[in-house]
């Protein structure tokens, strides 16, 4: 059945169409191409429940279709948080030179252990854990942080309630749907039932009022954030933590940008007393070294955190790696090696820096334009309000005007309606002239 609200595409798509008032409009529905079974199998029920595609081939699709209309379109991208700057040399050199030891009898190494090369867990404790109290085994590395996020899903099963900042990066949400921890899309609030949507506003500065929020199993928390580049203070940390603790919940901590923290807020939950009981933190090389295709993440799972029948979460974790899970690349992980020295976490630092200088630009640039803008110092992405306008709307606006891709802000949920989110992860060339361009159609 057609969504209320929704029309139908000469392409076999569907579309919300723009309401007299913004209204909390997820993202384009796509019609199912149903046709003549040819098995018995019933479609798992939790993935017909997925009331959109995901966001992103959903913005890579759109762009694609801009691009066949105007086949001399110049388009820019500022959507997908994906990295263009080159890792830099002294992180490639190590990634070559594991992949050249493969060819020798000395340097080659088959399966290696699920949890990560022991070297790197230790490293990667001393380097971001430093007097946290975080050990190597409780450092697990993984081939990045989505996967281990949809991991997570199938650590804690479908019987678990769960809460979300709104808005937040999507994979929080859909992967909860198809493990089949969620109620059905309710389409006229655009929220899944059983999930607890922590509202994140600029009436609140972008953090729930948590005594507002009901008490659930897990809290997936994503700090900084992706999408409105909110940064937690310390205090602020310590009320969710609290929070999660006087509930009995587990904080699931996405810390995948908290390398661009440059105000002194913590980078680690870990830094927050009493996070290692409730806390499990998430982080990746994505976007610290450009690793998004590379692919490098790790997840931490404190020894002190239990089950409520006194099971540690670690063991459990440790089961469904060991399982689910063969081993980061034994090259990408001789990169990451490189990552943790002095000198590789200097060239990363190289790349942050490149990065937060696109982040003024474009803060600059919408500021100037007489926008609200918000995010872009402690994280890499802008988040521009254009209120009172369906960031579906606005998405294709820009696209078809400036030849520009965003993100809407919607698409991370409810609350991120009438606003689009610009990445700073663009090559500095792109995003002068993505500049220019909106200058020209946006500019006094
Ligand atoms: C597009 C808060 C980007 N296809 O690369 P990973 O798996 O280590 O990390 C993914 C990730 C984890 N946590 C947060 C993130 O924002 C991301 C990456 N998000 C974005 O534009 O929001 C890339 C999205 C990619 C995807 O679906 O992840």
């Known amino acids: 059945?057609?969504?209320?609200?929704?029309?139908?595409?000469p392409t076999g798509r569907t579309a919300v169409v723009g309401a007299a008032r913004p209204r909390a409009t997820r993202t384009v529905v796509r019609m199912a191409a149903v046709s003549e079974a040819t098995t018995g199998v019933k479609r798992n029920p939790n993935l017909a429940k997925l009331g959109a595609g995901y966001l992103f081939p959903e913005i890579g699709r759109r762009r694609r279709e801009h691009q066949e209309k105007n086949p001399d379109a110049k388009i820019i991208s500022l959507g997908i948080g994906d990295t263009t700057e080159p890792i830099p040399k002294v992180i490639t050199d190590a990634l070559q030179g594991a992949a050249a030891g493969?060819?020798?009898k000395e340097?080659?190494?088959?399966?290696g252990a699920e949890q990560g090369m022991g070297g790197l867990r230790d490293k990667l404790a001393s380097r971001f854990y430093d007097g946290l109290g975080i050990g190597s085994d409780e450092v697990f590395v993984s081939d990045g942080s989505k996967c281990d996020i949809s991991r997570m899903l199938m650590l804690f099963g479908s019987d678990t309630s769960i809460a979300v900042q709104d808005p937040a990066y999507p994979a929080y949400v859909d992967s909860s749907v198809i493990m089949g921890a969620t109620g059905v899309l309710n389409e006229e609030t655009s929220q899944y039932n059983n999930i607890t949507y922590m509202n994140c506003l600029k009436e609140n500065g972008f953090f729930p009022d948590l005594s507002k929020a009901n008490k659930t199993d897990l809290i997936f928390f994503c700090n900084p954030n992706n999408p409105t580049g909110a940064c937690a203070t310390r205090e602020q940390l310590q009320s969710l933590v609290d929070f999660a603790k006087a509930n009995g919940s587990i904080i699931v901590y996405d810390a995948a940008y908290a390398i661009y923290i440059e105000d002194g807020s913590p980078k680690s939950i870990y830094e927050i007393e009493g996070a290692d009981e409730c806390c499990i933190e998430?982080?990746?090389?994505s976007k610290y070294a450009g690793f998004t295709g590379v692919?490098?993440?790790?997840?931490?799972v404190p020894n002190k955190l239990k089950f409520s029948d006194g099971t540690p979460v670690n063991k459990d974790w440790n089961r469904i790696m060991?399982?689910?899970f063969n081993g980061a690349s034994n090259i990408v992980q001789g990169g990451g090696l490189a990552c943790v020295t002095d000198a590789g976490?200097?060239?990363?630092?190289?790349l942050v820096t490149y990065y937060k200088e696109n982040c003024k630009l474009i803060r600059e640039c919408f500021v100037e334009m007489g926008f609200e803008v918000y995010g872009g110092v402690n994280a890499p992405y802008v988040w521009v309000g254009f209120e009172g306008r369906p960031s579906w709307d606005v998405f294709a606006e820009i696209l078809e005007k400036c030849d520009l891709v965003t993100t809407p802000g919607s698409g991370f949920g409810p609350s991120g309606e009438g606003f689009v989110r610009v990445s700073a992860f663009g090559n500095r060339s792109d995003v002068e002239e993505?500049?220019?361009?909106l200058k020209k159609v946006y500019g006094k």
């Open 282 to 285: 998430t982080c990746s090389f």
């Open 295 to 300: 692919r490098l993440g790790w997840t931490v």
């Open 345 to 350: 976490f200097d060239a990363m630092m190289g």
């Open 107 to 111: 340097g080659y190494s088959g399966y």
């Open 1 to 9: 059945m057609m969504k209320h609200g929704a029309t139908m595409r």
């Open 434 to 437: 993505a500049i220019r361009r």
């Open 322 to 324: 060991t399982t689910c």
């Open 102 to 104: 493969l060819n020798t």
